[in-house]
T-cell receptor, first 112, second 116 residues
Framework: GNSVTQMEGPVTLSEEAFLTINCTYT??????LFWYVQYPGEGLQLLLK?????DKGSNKGFEATYRKETTSFHLEKGSVQVSDSAVYFC???????????FGPGTSLSVIP | DTEVTQTPKHLVMGMTNKKSLKCEQH?????MYWYKQKAKKPPELMFV???????INESVPSRFSPECPNSSLLNLHLHALQPEDSALYLC???????????????FGSGTRLTVV
């Protein structure tokens, strides 16, 4: 079946450190891939997306590349800030699936 | 307008109360969703409405009753809830057809429900 696996954390980094959160997926066909972010006490926000192989999604300094050959969509940021502290969900979606499939989420804490 | 608006933001209700959650979007999305999210977990799908008709019910107890009065509005009616139903309830919407159909969901900020 379709599924998403990601490192669960928690991940703790110092400000300005490099961030990588790994995400791999299992899916039929060619789904779109997403990273959603959830700040404390809030709902989910779409951070970035990629709709086909080799696409790179980017937003707010975060990037992720859709790698069909490794079925991965790893999230990266060159220099994290305290304000990036949140839970990050990797997800996949295709209209034929009827619903978004989420990974378990990765909690990130950035300390000054 | 690129938002999904949920009201209220917070709700405390007793186990014998009846209350409703409201969700509204004006993006022309024809699919709308209710999710339940417990702390430190991903959202769990509850219901899907497609073209204002219920298309998916993920075996949700009947004390949760969804309603889609029109293409912009989604309600979740609550009755006789249990303390374990306390959670963040998220509404989302998405396009079903066209170029943006695979662009994922737009989520609201949620209603934090506490059942006492």
């Amino acid at each position: 079946g379709n599924s998403v696996t990601q490192m669960e954390g928690p991940v703790t980094l110092s400000e300005e450190a490099f961030l990588t959160i790994n995400c791999t997926y299992t899916a039929t066909g060619y789904p779109s891939l997403f990273w959603y972010v959830q700040y404390p006490g809030e709902g989910l926000q779409l951070l970035l997306k990629a709709t086909k192989a080799d696409d790179k999604g980017s937003n707010k300094g975060f990037e992720a590349t859709y790698r069909k050959e490794t079925t991965s969509f790893h999230l990266e940021k060159g220099s994290v800030q305290v304000s990036d502290s949140a839970v990050y969900f990797c997800a996949l979606y295709k209209t034929s699936y009827d619903k978004v499939i989420f990974g378990p989420g990765t909690s990130l804490s950035v300390i000054p | 307008d690129t938002e999904v608006t949920q009201t209220p933001k917070h709700l405390v209700m007793g186990m014998t109360n009846k209350k409703s959650l409201k969700c509204e979007q004006h993006m022309g999305h024809r699919a709308m969703y209710w999710y339940k999210q417990k702390a430190k977990k991903p959202p769990e799908l509850m219901f899907v409405y497609s073209y204002e008709k219920l298309s998916i019910n993920e075996s949700v107890p009947s004390r949760f009753s969804p309603e889609c009065p029109n293409s912009s509005l989604l309600n979740l009616h609550l009755h006789a809830l249990q303390p374990e139903d306390s959670a963040l309830y998220l509404c989302a919407s998405s396009q079903i057809e066209g170029i943006t159909a695979n662009y994922g969901y737009t989520f609201g900020s949620g209603t934090r429900l506490t059942v006492v």
